[in-house]
């Protein structure tokens, strides 16, 4: 239907110009030609009650006929028949119509852009809500602290009520702070998932925009979102790129980056008890942030996510070998020892690469050289 009208459009577009540059001939059938010589007769004599002027002709009735004339473009015309109690009718001109279609045109498609804009970067599904993560904490290795800290909050979410008699007020926000590859998404997601409740994913890269203000306008769709789904978590990945410390130098990317740490301050302190909206912001590096964003009343708790200690990483290579094929010397606690001070997801990546080169030279297992050869490419 819709591609239907879009194909129609033009040519009723086009029929309509035509109507309106032919109505002259097409409403006044049968008239009559007269002299101009004889059409001022009639209008000094008073047998002229009306006329309408177009680019070309004169159109008039007289009692027993409907005329036209010649228009001579006399600048004294209009004066003449006015002077005569002779209405007047003078249809815009071509330019006029094309001028005024022009600009119609114009404001159509200038205020087009800007709705399809606004719904692009702010549109409704921006901020997706996850309700099922499908992951919980038995596909997190270690961070066995950071799991029972947090889900003492979650519970705290889950049922309000019942620590504010006790006094206890559930955390506006938590910070986890780490470097790359160490599971600080892979966590929140599972922290959801455990808890069985809403998630909100986003990242620095959602608010940015061409346009000014719209990254504020994205933080409030972001909270208004989560308001609606709670009890919630709302995860903010890379959270170092939109708040960072506000620098009122005046650039354009300085003021927008205040604007929207403004905005999520204010959505920050909006926050009551009942609200059951967690925040959970994952950064590479805590001191970039602003002074104002991690106060204790906003982002209450701070957790580091370290890189994962040897029995982590025991766990981490049984887990990434559990579909492949490690060679006979590569058993576990080898692995382990030669990972030491790698991310999770280095290791996952090296373990990967390693049974690439196997396959490439033939070998249904990866061997320890294998090994060795892909933590050198890494």
Request: glycine share 6%.
């Amino acid at each position: 239907m819709k591609k239907l009208v879009l194909r129609i459009l033009p040519f009723v577009f086009l029929a309509a110009l035509i109507l309106y540059f032919a109505q002259d001939y097409i409403f006044t059938p049968n008239a009559e030609y007269r002299s101009y010589t004889e059409f001022r007769t009639l209008v000094e004599s008073g047998s002229v009650d009306e006329v309408k002027i177009t680019k070309d002709k004169l159109f008039f009735s007289t009692k027993s006929c409907k005329c036209y004339t010649e228009n001579p473009e006399s600048p004294l015309l209009k004066e003449f028949l006015l002077t005569n109690n002779v209405t007047v009718k003078q249809p815009d001109s071509a330019s006029e119509t094309f001028s005024f279609i022009f600009d119609l045109l114009f404001y159509i498609f200038f205020f087009g852009i800007i709705i399809i804009a606004f719904r692009k970067f702010i549109s409704p599904n921006t901020f997706k809500v996850v309700t099922k993560t499908g992951v919980t904490f038995e596909d997190v290795v270690g961070m066995d602290s950071l799991k029972k800290d947090t889900m003492k909050i979650i519970d705290i979410m889950k049922h309000p009520q019942e620590y504010a008699k006790k006094g206890i007020r559930l955390p506006k926000g938590i910070i986890l702070e780490g470097d790359p590859g160490n599971g600080k998404t892979l966590f929140a997601r599972a922290l959801a998932g455990e808890g069985k409740i809403n998630f909100i994913p986003a990242k620095a890269t959602d608010f940015e925009s061409m346009f000014m203000a719209i990254g504020p306008l994205k933080v409030k769709l972001l909270f208004s979102k989560a308001r609606r789904k709670y009890p919630c978590i709302v995860f903010i990945d890379e959270f170092d790129g939109i708040g960072t410390k506000r620098n009122y130098s005046g650039s354009a990317i300085e003021t927008e980056n205040t604007r929207i740490v403004t905005a999520l301050l204010n959505e920050l302190d909006g926050f009551i008890q009942n609200n059951r909206i967690l925040v959970i912001a994952a950064t590479n590096s805590i001191q970039a942030l602003d002074p104002a964003l991690i106060r204790p009343g906003r982002f209450d708790a701070k957790y580091s996510v370290p890189y994962p200690d040897e029995s982590a990483r025991e766990k981490l290579i049984e887990l990434y070998t559990k579909d492949k094929k490690p060679g006979s010397d590569c058993d576990t606690r080898t692995l382990a020892k030669l990972f030491n001070g790698f991310s999770c997801a280095k290791i996952e990546s090296v373990l990967n690469r390693a049974s690439i080169l196997a396959e490439q030279d033939g070998n249904e297992c990866f061997t320890l050289a294998d090994i060795k050869l892909a933590i050198k490419e890494a």
